[in-house]
């Protein structure tokens, strides 16, 4: 009775929030924070970190808070506010943290924090990290290019050079190379990836050589693109991630790599509420990443995406992962 009666009580300290420590001693009740590197209103990146503190804070009944439009240069102050306050839980969302992370780790060692990056394996003993596998996500598309395009000609449009994005135009290559050995695949930096006058312009500048596929990295830029779509005379599709914006284009848009970063932080929150002070989770196809809005495309097209996301997923699919250099498939 008394096993029983001490069980039910972890329990209820779990579901509190509250920290357990060795020997069964439990600490204060856990705060949540995070910081955005821009603004939540974007529909897209930062709306989903929005979407992360309303989730712990609902699920959790845990105090979490929010601070957006916060450069890397200005995170390291915010950060350590937060600590200050009694925050237990520092989340930064976005790779541009990193070094940062790794700098505040080991002089708070009682600060859990969680950084998002492009690597597999944990960067501290009080750190989590969640591991997006952007190469995985994109693969499909890959497929959908390659079996959309009349003129085989598809492009790639990233913001910064990030090892994510390298690792994804190498994945898109691989799948594109599998289903239109003659598919020509182009790709460009803009340098940003919230301008969409510089995304426009290298749309329209793919545009002019004949490419009718574009398959967006970039965040705000997309709509840069999608205007370069629709003003063109040519029939010109475009994919989009983080969220669907299928309704700005619909005669544009095929499909859309959705990123939810729910999944993956419930998966850190609990790893933390059991005591485990740092971690590894995979975002990846099944755990935050999702197809949706597949649309004006052929139903071959359709088809084989959803066929190669959801192999990519059950892992009968191991998708290259070269985030180094950009080497596409021969």
């Not at 499909?140 to 790639?156: R, Y």
């Not at 994510?164 to 790709?187: C, E, G, T």
């Not at 967006?216 to 029939?235: P, Q, R």
């Not at 994919?239 to 299928?246: E, L, N, P």
């Amino acid at each position: 009775m008394k096993t029983a009666r001490l069980a039910f009580l972890a329990g209820l300290c779990l579901a509190a929030g509250l920290a357990a420590l060795p020997g069964g001693v439990w600490a204060a009740p856990h705060k949540f924070a995070m910081i955005v590197p821009g603004p939540i209103e974007d529909s897209d990146f930062n709306f989903r970190g929005y979407e992360v503190v309303e989730d712990v804070k609902k699920h959790y009944k845990m105090p979490a808070s929010l601070s957006e439009r916060i450069s890397p240069a200005d995170a390291e102050r915010v950060a350590r506010e937060y600590i200050a306050s009694g925050h237990t839980i520092v989340a930064f969302h976005g790779g541009q943290y990193f070094s940062l992370v790794r700098k505040l780790s080991p002089a708070f060692p009682k600060t859990v924090l969680v950084i998002e990056s492009s690597a597999p394996g944990t960067f501290g003993k009080n750190v989590w990290n969640v591991h997006r596998k952007f190469n995985e996500g994109f693969y499909a598309f890959g497929a959908l290019a390659g079996l959309s395009t009349k003129t085989n000609n598809i492009g790639v449009i990233a913001g910064i050079q990030l090892p994510d994005f390298r690792a994804s135009i190498n994945s898109i290559s691989d799948a594109l190379k599998q289903v239109n050995p003659k598919a020509k695949l182009v790709y460009s930096f803009t340098g940003d990836q919230n301008d969409p006058i510089k995304a426009r312009q290298t749309a329209e500048a793919m545009m002019a050589n004949k490419v009718d596929f574009i398959i967006n990295m970039v965040n705000l830029g997309v709509y840069g693109v999608i205007e370069a779509a629709k003003a063109s005379k040519n029939k010109v599709l475009v994919t989009t991630f983080y969220t669907d914006k299928t309704e700005k284009a619909p005669d544009h848009l095929a499909g859309t790599l959705i990123l939810d970063f729910r999944p993956p932080y419930r998966k850190v929150v609990d790893g933390i509420l059991k005591g485990q002070t740092s971690g590894y989770v995979a975002m990846q196809p099944g755990n935050g990443f999702e197809l949706a809005g597949i649309r004006n495309v052929p139903p071959q097209a359709a088809a084989k995406t959803k066929e190669f996301f959801e192999k990519v997923q059950r892992g009968e699919i191991k998708v290259r992962n070269e985030l180094t250099k950009i080497d596409m498939a021969k």
